[in-house]
């Protein structure tokens, strides 16, 4: 499981052995699954596990903001 990015206290991973649709698993004292989304569909919290609800929207926010090079780090792993 690859940290793809770290920053501001989060890192976030893509497993290898995972499944579609293309997400992330982000760390901070707790996780949050945010899905990746597209071009035409914005990131979303699928599942939080334990992660407080302002480092969730901090989460989402930051995931937002590198929505596309999560993507191609996602197409790098998947194809």
Do not use: C
């Not at 407080?52 to 999560?70: G, I, P």
């Amino acid at each position: 499981m690859p940290t793809v990015l770290r920053q501001s206290g989060f890192s976030i991973m893509i497993y290898t052995r995972d499944h579609t649709p293309a997400h992330v698993h982000v760390f901070k004292q707790g996780e949050v699954i945010i899905n990746l989304g597209d071009a035409d569909t914005p990131v979303f919290v699928r599942e939080n596990n334990g992660m407080s609800r302002k480092d969730e929207r901090d989460a989402l926010f930051l995931v937002a903001e590198y929505q596309e090079f999560l993507l191609e780090k996602w197409r790098e792993i998947y194809g």
